[in-house]
């Protein structure tokens, strides 16, 4: 079966936004096993706008479970990533945590105190934000993760505006080609990942479209690889401050 993900891509600078607050997420995609909690996040003007995105959380990341925090004006936070497993299982995965404090040196300090329960935290928390309580004074480095059928994908921006793409393909039976294309249509990169393969690519283009199909590794009865329909379509968007949006996933079928 061939399943094609087709992914539109479009860096655009917009006039400053306010960032008065910062709506962060650890979430878990439908499926199957013990995977990596995604992260996400996005800028807020203001917290009104906090109890839409939560309502639309699930919806648009497909998401099986979300813990979600609303960091807010006045007050420091850090949020980490760390691994750890479930109560009663050997599976081990990434998760995220929050710690609050007056200043970022205060919420680290209480990050490492929580650390020191080695039973909850098999590896040392990692720093991936850190929110100084003043809203849009601090540039935060921006990553935003997605999942796209099994195909998990993190977009960070570069100190040169670029978009570093990396990403793990968790199909245990498809193969995943992955192409970026520019605006006039010239393949910029291709890459081929095996089941449970990575991969990583810096893209320089401001506009780019990513293809993404999916080749079965098992063969019918004809001896033949069989071709999955089925493709996913998401814009990505960078403003001046950074800040990277990922539309709603739309989800299609090819005749």
């Known amino acids: 079966m061939y399943k094609s993900i087709y992914i539109c891509c479009l860096l ?3 006039s400053s936004f306010a960032q008065d607050h910062l709506f962060v997420a650890s979430y878990l995609t439908k499926g199957e096993g013990c995977r990596d909690r995604l992260f996400a996040q996005k800028p807020l003007a203001n917290i009104t706008e906090y109890s839409e995105i939560r309502k639309n959380f699930y ?5 099986s479970s979300a813990d979600m925090y609303l960091l807010k004006p006045n007050q420091a936070a850090v ?27 205060d919420a680290t300090n ?17 720093v991936v934000v850190s929110w100084d309580g003043k809203g849009g004074t601090k540039k935060i480095k921006q990553s935003v993760f997605k999942d796209y059928g099994g195909l998990q994908v993190e977009y960070i921006v570069t100190p040169l505006k670029n978009m570093f793409v990396k990403g793990k393909n ?7 080609i992955v192409k970026f294309v520019a605006i ?6 291709k890459v081929e990942i095996e089941p449970g393969g990575n991969f990583n690519v810096t893209v320089k283009e401001k506009n780019f479209e990513i293809e993404v199909d999916f080749l079965s590794t098992k063969k019918n009865n004809s ?11 998401s ?13 709603p996933v739309n989800i299609g079928a090819r005749g």
């Open 79 to 105: 949020v980490y990533e760390f691994k750890t497993k479930m109560q009663g299982f050997t599976c081990e995965y990434a998760a995220h945590g929050v710690s609050y404090g007056k200043t970022i040196e």
């Open 184 to 189: 006039d249509g010239k393949v910029i990169h």
């Open 12 to 14: 655009i600078s917009t």
């Open 235 to 247: 814009k990505i968007s960078i403003d001046n401050n950074d800040n990277i949006e990922v539309s």
């Open 59 to 63: 919806k648009e990341n497909n998401a």
């Open 170 to 176: 968790t199909n245990k039976d498809l193969k995943t």
């Open 223 to 233: 001896g033949v690889v069989e071709k999955v329909k089925q493709y996913i379509k």
């Open 110 to 126: 209480k990050m490492n105190e929580s650390a020191q329960n080695t039973k909850v935290f098999l590896t040392s928390p990692k």
